[in-house]
């Protein structure tokens, strides 16, 4: 089942903006994951926050985590090319050895 | 440290056949998930296995199904394909499991095509 919906579906930027995308779930969570996926291949893990964290930093991303409205964002700063891709939020909502996955935002930097 | 693989990367096979995919995980890791990722549906959890057990299962047939080595290198079989079976099909390992704040590592997937 799908727990995380991420908003937008879809989203296109000229290179050097910053891209922010949106996840929200349902159930109480350990910890939000955020990973990338460039055309069909692999899931390259991004950041993980945990429930009793607020916002997290690594290079251009941020991560935020708002527990309260159940919802993350993940930010990109100055984006690339390369940072064409899709983003998935995924949360673990237990001992139950399963991380549940958002849809997916799909994101194109324009040149 | 050498990444996960998956054998093979592509596949085609007809409708009734059937299919086993491997997945050989990081060194060390003893935890694999397999998922099924379609356009229409997004990433849906298979199963996990971790020590040649497998601790939980998504919501997909019997045709389905897995087993783990004691190296940790793990299987996934389908059989009588279907063709709404043909997707990307993903393995992911971690030490000890997701739900344990473990990033998990992804192979390259499988991607089969039902014809």
């Known amino acids: 089942s799908q727990q995380g919906e991420e908003d937008p579906q879809a989203l296109s930027i000229q290179e050097g903006e910053n891209a922010t995308m949106n996840c929200s779930y349902k159930t109480s969570i350990n910890n939000l994951q955020w990973y990338r996926q460039n055309s069909g291949r692999g899931l390259v893990h991004l950041i993980l926050i945990r429930s009793n964290e607020r916002e997290k930093h690594s290079g251009r991303l941020r991560v935020t985590l708002d527990t309260s409205k159940k919802s993350s964002s993940l930010l990109i700063t100055a984006s690339r090319a390369a940072d064409t891709a899709s983003y998935f939020c995924a949360t673990d909502a237990g001992s139950n050895y399963q991380l549940i996955w958002g849809a997916g935002t799909k994101l194109i930097i324009k040149p | 440290k050498a990444g996960v693989t998956q054998t093979p990367r592509y596949l085609i096979k007809t409708r009734g056949q059937q299919v086993t995919l491997s997945c050989s995980p990081i060194s060390g890791h003893r935890s694999v998930s397999w998922y099924q990722q379609t356009p229409g549906q997004g990433l849906q959890f298979l199963f996990e296995?971790?020590?040649?057990?497998?601790?939980n299962k998504g919501n997909f047939p019997g045709r389905f199904s897995g087993r783990q080595f004691s190296n940790s290198r793990s299987e996934m079989n389908v059989s009588t394909l279907e063709l709404g079976d043909s997707a990307l099909y993903l393995c992911?390992?971690?030490?000890?499991?997701?739900?344990?704040?473990?990033?998990?590592?992804f192979g390259p997937g499988t991607r089969l095509l039902v014809l």
């Open positions: 296995y971790f020590s040649e057990t497998q601790r």
């Open positions: 992911a390992s971690s030490l000890v499991g997701a739900g344990s704040q473990e990033t998990q590592y």
